[in-house]
């Protein structure tokens, strides 16, 4: 019925993919044989993702199935199946340091959703796709993108799983923007350009190095007490 068809309970595990046959309808469920002694419990939760009324609206008796194990209690002899395909990692088996391969399935703003085989898409937060300034996600990485994250954080609470791709070092950000300069005051600018006119005549004579700069040293607070002046004049 299976790849590797199990012949006792002791050969099954879960997440296994089994072929069988709904021998009996129940109100909860359906009994399933898989070639064992006991039949598997197929709980009108596990027919199929929503919500279902009737166990007979999806499955009818004689009717071949696939399904995978669920849960297995050795002790009692038990056997839960699903219809429904489980996750490639359940919540117990996400860890945190873990490196997963997948896929990144959305782009947002503040980050990119990766695919790793669980419940729900990782978040790899935009602060760490790389190392320095990321612009915009689709800068360091593309949508159905094969990409190696590090689980950074699990919460099966909040149903959340986080992920970084600079924790391992493989990924080259985008150049972090230059700062830009602030723009003079009017001020500074009037006495920018009176030194700039003062630049231009000192360089039609020249002057002994001493005199040079006790002269310059003049004009400097001359100029600096018009400008402050002419300054104030016009706020008035």
């Not at 997440?15 to 069988?20: A, E, F, M, R, S």
């Not at 947002?108 to 796709?129: M, N, Q, T, W, Y």
């Not at 972090?176 to 630049?199: N, V």
Request: net charge negative.
């Amino acid at each position: 019925m299976t790849d590797s068809t199990p012949t006792s309970i002791d050969d099954l595990t879960t997440k296994q993919k089994l072929t069988g046959v709904v021998k009996q309808i129940e109100l909860v469920g359906a009994l399933v044989d898989i070639g064992l002694e006991q039949p598997g419990m197929l709980h009108i939760s596990q027919l199929q993702a929503g919500k279902v009324h009737n166990v007979s609206d999806v499955v009818s008796e004689g009717q071949e199935v696939t399904v995978w194990v669920r849960r297995i209690d050795k002790k009692s002899g038990r056997i839960d199946l699903t219809m429904i395909e489980p996750p490639a990692l359940s919540w117990e088996e996400i860890q945190v340091g873990q490196t997963i391969s997948g896929k990144v399935v959305r782009l947002e703003k503040f980050g990119v959703f990766v695919d790793i085989g669980a419940e729900r898409p990782g978040l790899v937060h935009v602060s760490e796709l790389a190392d320095g300034y990321v612009r915009s996600p689709s800068d360091v990485v593309s949508l159905e993108q094969e990409v190696e994250v590090r689980v950074i954080g699990v919460s099966r609470k909040k149903g959340r799983i986080d992920l970084s791709m600079k924790a391992l070092g493989a990924v080259v950000p985008a150049d972090e923007p230059e700062d830009e300069e602030e723009p003079l005051t009017a001020f500074a600018l009037a006495y920018q350009r009176a030194m700039e006119e003062e630049q231009q005549e000192d360089e039609v004579g020249e002057e002994p190095l001493a005199d040079s700069d006790d002269r310059k040293r003049r004009q400097q607070d001359e100029l600096l007490a018009r400008t402050l002046e002419q300054h104030r004049g016009r706020d008035e």
